[in-house]
């Protein structure tokens, strides 16, 4: 991918440690990109209106600008908002990767540990990884540790960076593939659809406010040959 594209950063963003951990990943992703890919984090979107109605229009708005987007499917419940910004990628046939760095294993399936209704979409790859077998074979002391060399020769930290780097680079490969799968829209549909996208989800103002902006985010999207 030579070419700069714009990814959603879709997951979690309820506390410090889901804050932290996006702002850190986010920018692993754009080192290992060597900057071709461009995250955009909904925690750093600057909110004009701060109803409810207008943050869930904003975010989805900022999804169907982006060329790409990525999904964390962590935790024992996956988290309601960003299955439903998973579905509107899907409505608008944007390549996406699906990632779940939690060992945990749940569902109800054999493929993937999450509810299967989720599962099988087009245009999405999926990476499952062991972010606790990534953080400790990101770095292994010759000898053994204890937990306050840990702190002073910052080893956490090392460990910590050592495993975000490893699925940043993951996640850069899986764009890769996903990115070079065809649409599955169909061309003399993809007009007709994102006019439904712009109506369907009851914008505040009503569907004359965002057609346009929706409009040009499927022209956008066809000029890079991903519609």
Known sequence: MTDKK???FAGDLFDSKHLAGN????EA???????????ILPQNLEQRETTAHSIRDNDILCLLDCDLALFHFD???????TV????????ADIPSVVIRSDFRAKGD?????????????PRTEVLLLDSMSLYQNAYRPEEDEGPEEFLKTGMSARRARGML???ASRVVEAFGIVSERKPVLPPEQAETVYDWIARMPGFVGGHSVQKDRVAEALRRKVEKNLL
């Open 6 to 8: 714009t990814f959603y």
């Open 23 to 26: 702002a850190l990943l986010a």
């Open 29 to 39: 992703i754009y080192a290992a990109s060597d900057e071709s890919l461009v995250p």
């Open 75 to 81: 935790g024992s419940e996956l988290d309601s908002g």
């Open 84 to 91: 439903v910004e998973f579905m509107f990628a899907k409505f």
């Open 109 to 121: 399936q054999e493929m993937h540990p999450w509810n299967l209704m989720v599962s099988y979409y």
């Open 165 to 167: 780097e490893e699925i």
